[in-house]
Protein backbone atom coordinates (compact mmCIF):
# COMPACT_ATOMS: atom_id res chain seq x y z
CA UNK A 1 0.00 0.00 0.00
CA UNK A 2 1.11 3.46 -0.90
CA UNK A 3 1.78 5.87 1.93
CA UNK A 4 -1.45 8.54 2.02
CA UNK A 5 0.20 12.19 2.44
CA UNK A 6 -2.32 14.63 4.13
CA UNK A 7 -1.16 18.06 2.43
CA UNK A 8 -2.78 21.27 3.40
CA UNK A 9 -2.79 24.59 1.18
CA UNK A 10 -1.39 26.65 3.73
CA UNK A 11 -2.67 30.44 3.32
CA UNK A 12 -4.22 30.31 -0.34
CA UNK A 13 -3.00 34.29 -0.91
CA UNK A 14 0.38 33.18 -0.91
CA UNK A 15 2.11 30.52 -3.18
CA UNK A 16 0.71 27.33 -0.80
CA UNK A 17 -1.73 26.33 -3.94
CA UNK A 18 0.67 26.71 -6.45
CA UNK A 19 3.89 24.62 -5.05
CA UNK A 20 1.52 21.85 -4.10
CA UNK A 21 -0.10 21.85 -7.75
CA UNK A 22 2.62 21.90 -9.53
CA UNK A 23 4.59 19.08 -7.38
CA UNK A 24 1.21 16.70 -7.63
CA UNK A 25 1.32 17.55 -11.58
CA UNK A 26 4.62 15.34 -11.56
CA UNK A 27 2.83 12.03 -12.40
CA UNK A 28 5.72 10.48 -10.47
CA UNK A 29 4.72 11.52 -7.32
CA UNK A 30 1.32 9.77 -7.73
CA UNK A 31 3.64 6.41 -8.14
CA UNK A 32 5.30 6.54 -4.80
CA UNK A 33 2.08 7.65 -2.86
CA UNK A 34 -1.81 8.88 -2.69
CA UNK A 35 -1.53 12.84 -2.05
CA UNK A 36 -4.73 14.15 -0.29
CA UNK A 37 -5.36 17.85 -0.63
CA UNK A 38 -6.73 19.61 1.97
CA UNK A 39 -8.49 22.48 0.47
CA UNK A 40 -11.28 23.59 -1.76
CA UNK A 41 -11.90 22.68 -5.77
CA UNK A 42 -12.98 25.91 -6.34
CA UNK A 43 -9.78 27.98 -5.05
CA UNK A 44 -7.38 25.62 -6.33
CA UNK A 45 -8.64 26.02 -10.11
CA UNK A 46 -8.58 29.67 -9.89
CA UNK A 47 -4.97 29.50 -8.90
CA UNK A 48 -4.35 26.96 -11.65
CA UNK A 49 -5.73 29.71 -14.36
CA UNK A 50 -1.98 31.66 -13.62
CA UNK A 51 -0.28 28.43 -14.07
CA UNK A 52 -2.68 26.32 -16.57
CA UNK A 53 0.06 24.84 -19.28
CA UNK A 54 1.91 23.34 -16.13
CA UNK A 55 -1.02 21.65 -14.47
CA UNK A 56 -3.14 20.50 -17.52
CA UNK A 57 -3.27 17.31 -16.12
CA UNK A 58 -4.57 17.51 -12.90
CA UNK A 59 -8.12 16.13 -12.12
CA UNK A 60 -9.25 16.19 -8.53
CA UNK A 61 -10.95 12.96 -6.81
CA UNK A 62 -13.06 15.13 -4.85
CA UNK A 63 -13.71 12.71 -1.23
CA UNK A 64 -14.86 13.01 1.98
CA UNK A 65 -12.78 11.00 3.79
CA UNK A 66 -9.06 9.44 3.42
CA UNK A 67 -10.77 6.00 3.40
CA UNK A 68 -12.04 6.84 -0.10
CA UNK A 69 -8.81 8.31 -1.59
CA UNK A 70 -7.79 5.89 -4.79
CA UNK A 71 -3.90 5.41 -5.65
CA UNK A 72 -2.76 7.38 -8.78
CA UNK A 73 -5.05 10.05 -8.29
CA UNK A 74 -4.85 13.60 -6.77
CA UNK A 75 -7.68 13.52 -3.57
CA UNK A 76 -8.95 16.32 -2.36
CA UNK A 77 -11.16 17.18 0.90
CA UNK A 78 -13.42 20.06 1.07
CA UNK A 79 -12.32 22.18 4.23
CA UNK A 80 -13.52 25.63 3.67
CA UNK A 81 -16.42 27.42 1.32
CA UNK A 82 -16.36 28.05 -2.97
CA UNK A 83 -17.26 31.50 -1.92
CA UNK A 84 -14.06 31.61 0.13
CA UNK A 85 -12.28 35.61 -1.08
CA UNK A 86 -9.30 35.06 -3.25
CA UNK A 87 -6.47 38.28 -2.61
CA UNK A 88 -3.44 36.72 -4.24
CA UNK A 89 -0.41 38.40 -2.17
CA UNK A 90 -2.43 40.09 0.76
CA UNK A 91 -3.18 38.71 4.13
CA UNK A 92 -6.20 38.55 4.81
CA UNK A 93 -8.53 37.11 8.01
CA UNK A 94 -10.28 34.92 5.71
CA UNK A 95 -7.55 33.45 4.64
CA UNK A 96 -6.10 32.30 7.84
CA UNK A 97 -9.74 30.95 8.68
CA UNK A 98 -9.08 28.44 5.89
CA UNK A 99 -5.60 28.00 6.28
CA UNK A 100 -6.70 26.58 9.65
CA UNK A 101 -9.23 24.35 8.37
CA UNK A 102 -6.89 22.94 6.23
CA UNK A 103 -4.78 22.35 9.12
CA UNK A 104 -7.05 21.24 11.74
CA UNK A 105 -8.81 18.81 9.34
CA UNK A 106 -5.23 17.05 8.38
CA UNK A 107 -4.47 16.92 11.53
CA UNK A 108 -7.20 15.10 12.80
CA UNK A 109 -6.74 12.54 9.53
CA UNK A 110 -3.56 11.98 10.53
CA UNK A 111 -4.08 11.66 14.33
CA UNK A 112 -6.52 9.08 13.86
CA UNK A 113 -4.39 6.85 11.53
CA UNK A 114 -6.66 7.69 8.23
CA UNK A 115 -3.35 9.54 6.65
CA UNK A 116 -0.20 8.74 7.34
CA UNK A 117 2.14 11.82 6.91
CA UNK A 118 1.37 15.19 6.84
CA UNK A 119 3.15 17.78 4.37
CA UNK A 120 2.33 21.55 5.38
CA UNK A 121 2.19 24.41 2.72
CA UNK A 122 2.93 28.20 4.78
CA UNK A 123 1.02 29.83 6.57
CA UNK A 124 0.72 33.27 7.80
CA UNK A 125 1.24 32.97 11.87
CA UNK A 126 -0.54 36.64 12.39
CA UNK A 127 -3.89 36.21 10.52
CA UNK A 128 -4.03 32.47 11.57
CA UNK A 129 -4.56 33.15 15.13
CA UNK A 130 -8.21 32.76 16.53
CA UNK A 131 -9.53 31.32 19.51
CA UNK A 132 -8.43 27.79 18.23
CA UNK A 133 -5.49 28.82 16.89
CA UNK A 134 -2.66 30.66 19.62
CA UNK A 135 0.01 29.48 18.78
CA UNK A 136 3.52 31.18 17.26
CA UNK A 137 3.88 28.48 14.17
CA UNK A 138 3.31 24.91 13.14
CA UNK A 139 5.47 23.03 15.41
CA UNK A 140 3.48 24.57 18.53
CA UNK A 141 0.39 24.01 17.29
CA UNK A 142 1.44 20.36 16.50
CA UNK A 143 2.57 19.83 19.91
CA UNK A 144 -0.70 20.58 21.47
CA UNK A 145 -2.73 18.63 18.58
CA UNK A 146 -0.53 15.26 19.15
CA UNK A 147 0.43 15.59 23.01
CA UNK A 148 4.46 15.28 22.49
CA UNK A 149 7.64 17.69 22.84
CA UNK A 150 9.21 18.54 19.44
CA UNK A 151 12.02 19.50 18.01
CA UNK A 152 11.98 21.92 15.06
CA UNK A 153 14.70 20.91 12.34
CA UNK A 154 15.67 21.88 8.90
CA UNK A 155 17.17 19.23 6.42
CA UNK A 156 18.86 19.27 3.37
CA UNK A 157 21.66 17.31 1.90
CA UNK A 158 24.46 20.05 3.19
CA UNK A 159 23.22 20.13 6.80
CA UNK A 160 20.88 19.58 9.36
CA UNK A 161 20.39 22.41 12.00
CA UNK A 162 17.90 22.03 15.37
CA UNK A 163 16.80 24.34 17.53
CA UNK A 164 16.72 25.00 21.67
CA UNK A 165 14.21 28.01 20.60
CA UNK A 166 11.94 28.19 17.99
CA UNK A 167 9.53 31.30 17.45
CA UNK A 168 11.24 32.93 20.27
CA UNK A 169 11.53 36.86 20.56
CA UNK A 170 15.48 37.42 20.75
CA UNK A 171 14.90 39.53 24.36
CA UNK A 172 12.96 36.01 25.43
CA UNK A 173 16.11 33.62 24.90
CA UNK A 174 18.67 33.70 27.45
CA UNK A 175 15.57 32.96 29.61
CA UNK A 176 14.80 29.74 28.07
CA UNK A 177 18.16 29.04 27.06
CA UNK A 178 18.30 26.24 30.24
CA UNK A 179 20.24 22.63 31.16
CA UNK A 180 17.27 20.81 31.16
CA UNK A 181 16.14 22.32 27.66
CA UNK A 182 18.97 21.57 26.05
CA UNK A 183 19.68 18.35 27.22
CA UNK A 184 15.69 16.98 26.12
CA UNK A 185 16.38 19.03 22.75
CA UNK A 186 19.65 16.99 22.21
CA UNK A 187 17.56 13.24 23.57
CA UNK A 188 14.97 14.56 20.81
CA UNK A 189 17.45 15.10 18.14
CA UNK A 190 19.69 12.05 18.82
CA UNK A 191 16.43 9.58 18.66
CA UNK A 192 15.34 11.49 15.63
CA UNK A 193 18.50 10.98 14.16
CA UNK A 194 18.49 7.36 14.49
CA UNK A 195 15.15 6.76 13.86
CA UNK A 196 14.23 8.63 11.19
CA UNK A 197 18.02 9.35 9.20
CA UNK A 198 19.39 5.76 10.09
CA UNK A 199 22.51 7.19 11.90
CA UNK A 200 23.74 4.70 14.67
CA UNK A 201 25.63 6.90 16.43
CA UNK A 202 24.65 10.27 15.47
CA UNK A 203 27.30 13.33 15.93
CA UNK A 204 25.54 16.54 17.23
CA UNK A 205 27.70 20.12 17.79
CA UNK A 206 25.96 22.65 19.88
CA UNK A 207 26.76 26.03 19.55
CA UNK A 208 27.43 28.50 22.05
CA UNK A 209 24.73 31.55 23.15
CA UNK A 210 27.28 34.23 23.20
CA UNK A 211 30.16 35.64 20.83
CA UNK A 212 32.99 33.54 21.66
CA UNK A 213 31.51 31.33 23.78
CA UNK A 214 31.38 33.60 25.99
CA UNK A 215 35.05 34.75 26.47
CA UNK A 216 35.76 32.87 29.64
CA UNK A 217 32.53 34.82 31.32
CA UNK A 218 34.03 37.97 29.69
CA UNK A 219 30.66 38.48 27.56
CA UNK A 220 28.30 35.71 29.47
CA UNK A 221 28.38 32.79 31.09
CA UNK A 222 25.24 30.51 29.98
CA UNK A 223 28.52 28.50 27.81
CA UNK A 224 29.84 27.90 31.37
CA UNK A 225 27.20 27.48 33.89
CA UNK A 226 24.50 25.93 31.20
CA UNK A 227 25.28 24.63 27.98
CA UNK A 228 28.72 22.68 28.91
CA UNK A 229 27.15 20.95 31.46
CA UNK A 230 24.19 19.92 29.30
CA UNK A 231 26.64 18.69 26.78
CA UNK A 232 28.65 16.82 29.10
CA UNK A 233 25.38 15.10 31.02
CA UNK A 234 24.31 14.49 27.52
CA UNK A 235 27.44 12.81 26.89
CA UNK A 236 26.78 10.78 30.01
CA UNK A 237 24.05 9.31 28.69
CA UNK A 238 25.45 7.93 25.60
CA UNK A 239 24.66 10.84 23.32
CA UNK A 240 27.70 12.32 21.14
CA UNK A 241 27.31 15.99 21.76
CA UNK A 242 30.15 17.97 20.88
CA UNK A 243 30.57 21.89 22.45
CA UNK A 244 29.71 24.77 22.82
CA UNK A 245 30.94 26.18 19.43
CA UNK A 246 31.58 30.01 18.75
CA UNK A 247 28.51 29.74 15.76
CA UNK A 248 30.17 32.42 13.53
CA UNK A 249 33.71 30.64 13.47
CA UNK A 250 31.75 27.15 13.40
CA UNK A 251 29.76 27.97 9.90
CA UNK A 252 32.59 30.24 8.55
CA UNK A 253 35.24 27.19 8.35
CA UNK A 254 32.46 24.49 7.50
CA UNK A 255 32.37 22.70 10.34
CA UNK A 256 29.24 21.59 10.01
CA UNK A 257 30.25 18.86 7.48
CA UNK A 258 31.92 16.82 10.46
CA UNK A 259 28.71 16.28 12.15
CA UNK A 260 25.43 14.74 11.70
CA UNK A 261 23.39 17.59 12.85
CA UNK A 262 24.04 20.74 14.56
CA UNK A 263 21.67 22.24 17.32
CA UNK A 264 21.66 26.07 17.71
CA UNK A 265 20.15 27.91 20.59
CA UNK A 266 17.90 30.61 18.33
CA UNK A 267 16.14 30.43 15.23
CA UNK A 268 18.23 32.84 13.14
CA UNK A 269 21.54 31.82 14.47
CA UNK A 270 20.90 28.38 13.04
CA UNK A 271 18.14 28.97 10.21
CA UNK A 272 20.64 32.19 8.39
CA UNK A 273 23.76 29.98 7.89
CA UNK A 274 21.30 27.29 6.48
CA UNK A 275 19.43 29.23 4.21
CA UNK A 276 22.39 30.64 3.03
CA UNK A 277 23.72 27.49 1.82
CA UNK A 278 20.80 25.20 0.72
CA UNK A 279 17.28 27.77 0.34
CA UNK A 280 15.42 24.49 -0.75
CA UNK A 281 15.42 22.70 2.53
CA UNK A 282 12.97 20.65 4.37
CA UNK A 283 11.51 21.74 8.00
CA UNK A 284 11.01 18.94 9.63
CA UNK A 285 9.01 18.25 12.96
CA UNK A 286 11.33 14.88 15.10
CA UNK A 287 9.76 14.10 17.81
CA UNK A 288 6.05 13.60 16.88
CA UNK A 289 4.48 10.69 16.71
CA UNK A 290 3.90 10.96 12.94
CA UNK A 291 5.64 12.22 10.51
CA UNK A 292 5.26 15.90 9.30
CA UNK A 293 7.23 18.08 7.00
CA UNK A 294 7.19 21.52 5.54
CA UNK A 295 8.74 23.80 2.96
CA UNK A 296 11.47 26.18 4.77
CA UNK A 297 10.08 29.20 3.66
CA UNK A 298 6.92 31.45 3.97
CA UNK A 299 3.84 32.46 2.05
CA UNK A 300 5.48 34.05 -0.62
CA UNK A 301 2.91 36.89 -1.21
CA UNK A 302 5.23 38.46 -3.52
CA UNK A 303 5.02 36.24 -5.78
CA UNK A 304 1.38 34.80 -5.23
CA UNK A 305 -0.16 34.27 -8.63
CA UNK A 306 2.86 34.81 -10.68
CA UNK A 307 3.99 31.58 -11.62
CA UNK A 308 7.35 32.19 -10.19
CA UNK A 309 7.38 30.38 -7.24
CA UNK A 310 10.13 27.76 -6.58
CA UNK A 311 8.82 24.38 -6.54
CA UNK A 312 11.39 22.71 -5.24
CA UNK A 313 11.21 22.66 -0.85
CA UNK A 314 7.84 21.58 -1.10
CA UNK A 315 8.90 19.05 -3.48
CA UNK A 316 11.88 17.79 -1.04
CA UNK A 317 9.10 17.91 1.43
CA UNK A 318 6.69 15.44 0.10
CA UNK A 319 9.62 13.13 -0.37
CA UNK A 320 11.47 13.73 2.67
CA UNK A 321 7.96 12.89 4.80
CA UNK A 322 7.69 9.60 2.45
CA UNK A 323 11.60 8.45 3.05
CA UNK A 324 11.28 9.50 6.66
CA UNK A 325 8.09 7.14 7.08
CA UNK A 326 10.10 4.35 5.29
CA UNK A 327 13.29 4.58 7.53
CA UNK A 328 11.13 5.03 10.69
CA UNK A 329 9.49 2.01 9.56
CA UNK A 330 12.50 0.01 8.85
CA UNK A 331 14.51 0.73 12.14
CA UNK A 332 11.13 0.27 14.07
CA UNK A 333 11.45 -3.72 12.54
CA UNK A 334 15.19 -3.84 13.07
CA UNK A 335 14.54 -2.71 16.85
CA UNK A 336 11.96 -5.16 17.20
CA UNK A 337 13.62 -8.14 15.70
CA UNK A 338 16.57 -7.23 17.74
CA UNK A 339 14.99 -7.91 21.35
CA UNK A 340 14.10 -11.36 19.45
CA UNK A 341 17.38 -12.10 18.74
CA UNK A 342 18.65 -10.82 22.29
CA UNK A 343 16.06 -13.09 24.07
Known amino acids: MKPILAI ?22 CEVCTPIIYGNQAILRKHMEN ?4 VHNIQFNVIQSPREAKEGKINLITCYGDDTPLNLGESTAAAGKASFASLERACKDVKDGLAHALVTAPINKENIQSENFNFTGHTEYLESVFGAE ?3 MMVSDVMRVALVCNH ?18 LTILN ?31 EEKEI ?16 GPFSADGFFGVGAYIHYDAVLAMYHDQGLIPFKTLDMNGVNYTAGLPV ?21 ESFAHALFAAIDIMKRREENKEL ?7 EQ
Not at 51 to 54: I, L, N, S, T, V
Not at 212 to 217: E, S, T, Y
Open 8 to 29: TTGDINGVGCEIVLKTLAHQHV
Open 51 to 54: FAEE
Open 150 to 152: TLM
Open 168 to 185: VAIREVPSKITEERILHK
Open 191 to 221: KALQDDFSIRKPRIAVLALNPHCGDNGLIGT
Open 227 to 242: IKPAVAKANEQGIWAF
Open 291 to 311: VRTSPDHGTGYDKAGKNIANV
Open 335 to 341: NENRLII
